[in-house]
């Protein structure tokens, strides 16, 4: 198993997105809202080194985030 232990993985999980101008972005202040193209009952995607690999939902428990995946997507070749 040591073999696994230095294996390195970046994990991403997507609320949703946005075009926005830069001119827009820069001009962001703290505490800004961003609109996002989806909304609270859309599934967020699970991304490990920038492959969708799932779909998930965001869970509250005892003051601590985290994310539970509802479904895996099929990779493609």
């Known amino acids: 198993m040591s073999v696994f232990e230095n294996i390195e993985v970046e994990i991403k999980v ?3 997105s ?3 101008p830069i001119h827009h972005l820069l001009r962001l202040g ?3 809202v961003i609109e996002l193209d989806s ?3 859309d599934p967020m995607r699970v991304y490990a080194n920038n492959q ?3 779909n998930g939902e965001i ?3 005892d003051g601590q985030l985290s994310v ?3 479904e895996r997507v099929k990779s493609t070749p």
Do not use: N, V
């Open 30 to 32: 703290r505490g800004a």
């Open 39 to 41: 909304t609270e009952h």
């Open 59 to 61: 869970r509250i428990e």
């Open 68 to 70: 539970q995946i509802s």
């Open 18 to 20: 946005t075009i926005m």
């Open 52 to 54: 969708h690999i799932a």
């Open 14 to 16: 997507e609320l949703g």
